[in-house]
């Protein structure tokens, strides 16, 4: 009886065993069909009616909702205060000159302080909206001051240094009020529309003076806080300015400018360098990389294409030593750049900047055969600084000079056969210097961009090598010059046993052997056939007999 009591028990157990695995079996099963099945709509009453309804994936919509949210929001309330500003100034300049001279004053003011409050009011609610208002309130301060002296048709200031003093303490007052506030919304609002409520009018050195109050206030903002906006829009800003004033002048008084005219251009031009500099290399290693590129190529840019202008307009003759003033000036900044522990882009960029300064200032002073050797020597030299200031970007730019230069020989002062020597050896100069690449300038495979320079002098001294030696062949005989060419890259390259001189010297091969069977068979005479084949064929075998000797070495 024991024993059938244990077995009844036995039983129960797996009984209930088997129900339980059955039961998350059937569990289970419903669980994988409701991932592999879509959901199923679910019942929405609706009054007296029920309607399925399927649930509608939220993510495009939210796509949707943030890019309209961000055009609404960012966007339209930027574009809108700019709007408004400028059409009130255009109200300003229109039709205040009819008020008295205190209700232009007043009208002027309450307009901006009207605007300034209604923007502080919503900024309770609406902080970044309200100070968008906010800042067109305090560029609109800026304007009437700057309008009180400037625009005939409002004047009420008639002294110039006056109405400067009174710009200045609106230029300070937007600086302190966006600080204590540390909004970079309002101070970018009010600097940027005061920067380009001044081009609404004739630009005169007023202006120009009023544009570099502005600019310094957006440069405290690059220097204290290291904020970016703001100072690279005001930035762009002063050089269109400057634009549009030597533009004006030039269409008012057309030909040469007067020296004190250009005195006065270079002086700005110099100041807004300066100014952006001096704020750029101040704790630089606090900035971004790409910010401080963009500075440092903006200012640069601003600065050779305005003053290179205005010295060509007034005498061709200065213009080579402008250009050498602005290379010299970005040399010193490149030394106060490794002196401040600046990142190392910025460093290389102002070494960069300072050799294609140089190299454009070449055309202002030489011509013909000395442009060609003073383009050399700048490439060579840019190369051979390279190593010891340990700078890649060098490299390529004298890489970049030396086919500039040999491009220069080839169309326009051919057959010149010391010029070419001269390319060749520079080229091979420059492919022989090894610099390791900068990791945050150059692409992640280093042995690749090394591949590329190597390559590049190999091509250049190629090309120089063919040059020379069809200065030196007869007419007829230019193929047989581009054979004895490749003979040489191949001897340079066993010698230096660099392998792209040898690949160079197997193109020009190639193109020689193109040149014999489609040109000179058919025009070459009897004599002249005989002796390209009978040295064509010798030297191929004597390159291969080289090849067959290294092999067997290797083997």
Known sequence: MAVEAEEHELRETVRKLEATVATLEARLARLEDAQVRPAEPRQVVTGPFTQPHTPV?????????????????????????????????????????ELGMLARVAAGYLLS?????????????????????????????????????????????????????????VVVTIVVIAQRMHSETVAGIALFLGLHTGMMSDITTFTLLSTTMLAAGALFFLVRNRWVVVPLSSLVAVYSTHIVWALR???????????????LSLGFLALYFM???????????????????????????????????????????????????????????????????APPALFHAYLLLCVLTLAAAMPAEFSRSALVMAWTATGATAALASRSLGAPLLRWAGMLILFTALGTCYFFIPKQALLQAVLLAAFVLAERVHVLPLPT???????????????????????????????????GLTTLGWVVAAFGLFALGFALRERWYRLAALAVLAFALLRLLLVDLARLPTNQRIVTFILLGVMMLVISYTYTRLRDRKS
């Open 249 to 263: 002048n030039d269409a008012v008084a057309p030909g040469a400018p007067s020296s004190e005219r250009l005195m």
């Open 57 to 97: 994936a939220p993510a495009p919509a939210k796509a949707r909702r943030d890019l309209e949210a961000h055009l609404g929001t960012y966007w339209l309330s930027r574009v809108g205060i700019v709007a408004l500003i400028i059409g009130i100034a255009y109200l300003i300049t229109s039709y205040f000159g």
């Open 441 to 475: 300038l150059m692409a992640s495979r280093p042995h690749a961009t090394e591949g590329l320079l190597h390559a590049a002098g190999a091509a250049g001294a190629g090309l120089a090598l063919v040059g020379l030696v069809s200065a030196w062949m007869p007419s």
């Open 113 to 169: 302080a009207g605007l300034g409050a209604f923007g502080l009011w919503l900024s309770r609610r609406h902080q970044l909206f309200g100070r968008i208002i906010f800042g067109g309130g305090l560029a609109l301060a800026y304007f009437v001051t700057y309008a009180l002296h400037f625009l005939p048709s409002v004047r009420v200031i008639e002294s110039q240094t006056l109405a400067l003093v009174l710009l200045a303490a």
């Open 275 to 341: 100014l952006f500099t001096v704020a750029l290399l101040t704790r630089p290693r606090e900035l971004s990389t790409v910010a401080c590129l963009a500075f440092a190529l903006i200012n640069w840019g601003g600065l050779l294409l305005l003053g290179g202008y205005e010295v060509a307009q007034w005498s061709d003759g200065r213009l080579f030593l402008f250009f050498v003033v602005l290379a010299l000036a970005q040399a010193g900044s490149a030394v106060v750049a490794r002196e401040q522990r």
